[in-house]
């Protein structure tokens, strides 16, 4: 097995931790949301009923339109065009398109922002980047940005921490997401210390077996919290992904006791928190947000509604906001129009029944 039980952290701090569904509610409501009715609804109303909440919107401009809005406020960003699975080479080359434009026009603004990536995106298999994705790395190198590699299932992660310490290897600008749940982190850990690659710690969002990941919601924060503090003392640089408050406390707690302000760097979702993404920003802490994008956004937007129930109350909200708003009257109809449509039997309703 790989890994051993999480170590015992300082105490957290006493800050109630943000609710979230339990595992069976969460499969619910993605089971629900994903169904024939919803689905059609987001596709034929689209972004408009709460998913701009937590997606920029479906094209790139939309993504620079919020990196521009949180540079503002001094806040970095990573883009991520939305997308995971196999789409072929002709998607994977789409993808890689999409991300050296992205490269381009942040280089071009200046902006404080970089990507972040899922390696199935570009049909990355057994640690090789392949050509789409390789590309995008090059890409990056050249504009001075930096990628993180998301991690996905448990069965991705040995291919993807492979590729990372490849990609680091030949001196490409990637870093790799760890999931603090799975049992095999720490081992993890030191193979990508090792080899130099930077860490974006997360608690971990997948359904896994117990023989893989703690399952225990102490269990898997006293995993988060041990890795982040061992790290930070160390002073080995880590992006802290979590939105947890006590988590967050801890974290500040660390660097206000000693650990380096350049050790670390927090991380956050767009969307989920913004009032004190901006608090921390504004206490001059490190912040990036992760500023996902592109057509392909209903099935992430499911995964942000099944994580909390509050969020499904919101888009509860949006859709009852927007059943109730005011329409707009239809312009009277010019009376030679009105003329020609009583002539012409197409122009009737009744006419055109099936």
């Not at 004190?276 to 920003?281: G, K, P, S, T, W």
């Amino acid at each position: 097995m790989h890994g051993t039980r999480p170590t015992k952290a300082e105490a957290l701090p006493a800050a109630p931790a943000r609710p979230t569904a339990p595992l069976w509610l969460r499969r619910a409501l993605v089971a629900t949301l994903t169904s024939p009715a919803p689905a059609w609804a987001a596709r034929r109303w689209g972004l408009g009923l709460g998913a701009r909440r937590y997606v920029a919107g479906p094209a790139l401009e939309d993504a620079m339109g919020v990196v521009r809005r949180l540079g503002a406020t001094g806040m970095g960003a990573s883009l991520n065009l939305l997308g995971e699975g196999s789409p072929g080479a002709a998607g994977a080359r789409s993808a890689a398109q999409t991300y050296r434009e992205a490269l381009e026009r942040l280089r071009g603004e200046g902006l404080d922002a970089g990507l972040s990536v899922k390696p199935s995106q570009f049909g990355a298999r057994g640690g090789e980047a392949g050509p789409a994705l390789r590309a995008v790395l090059e890409a990056a190198a050249a504009a001075g940005r930096f990628v993180w590699l998301d991690m996905e299932g448990s069965a991705h992660t040995s291919a993807t921490v492979d590729l990372a310490i490849a990609a680091r290897a030949a001196g490409l600008p990637a870093g790799v997401c760890l999931q603090a749940y799975l049992r095999r982190t720490p081992d993890d850990l030191r193979r990508v210390d090792a080899a130099g690659v930077p860490v974006r710690l997360v608690k971990g969002a997948y359904a896994e077996t117990p023989a893989v990941a703690y399952a225990k919601r102490t269990e898997i924060d006293r995993a988060f919290a041990g890795l982040v503090e061992e790290r930070l003392r160390a002073g080995r640089f880590t992006a802290v992904a979590t939105h947890d408050e006590r988590m967050l406390r801890h974290v500040l707690g660390l660097a206000s006791s000693g650990a380096r302000r350049d050790a670390f760097e927090l991380q956050f979702l767009y969307g989920i928190r913004p009032q004190r993404q901006r608090e921390l920003a504004a206490e001059g802490w490190p912040v990036r947000v992760y500023v996902p994008f592109g057509p392909d956004w209903y099935p992430y937007f499911v995964r942000r509604i099944a994580e909390r129930p509050a969020n499904l109350l919101l888009l509860v909200g949006d859709l009852a906001a927007w059943a109730v708003r005011p329409r707009r009257r239809a312009a009277p109809v010019p009376a030679d129009l009105a003329r020609e449509r009583r002539r012409r039997p197409w122009y009737r309703p009744s006419a055109t029944k099936r």
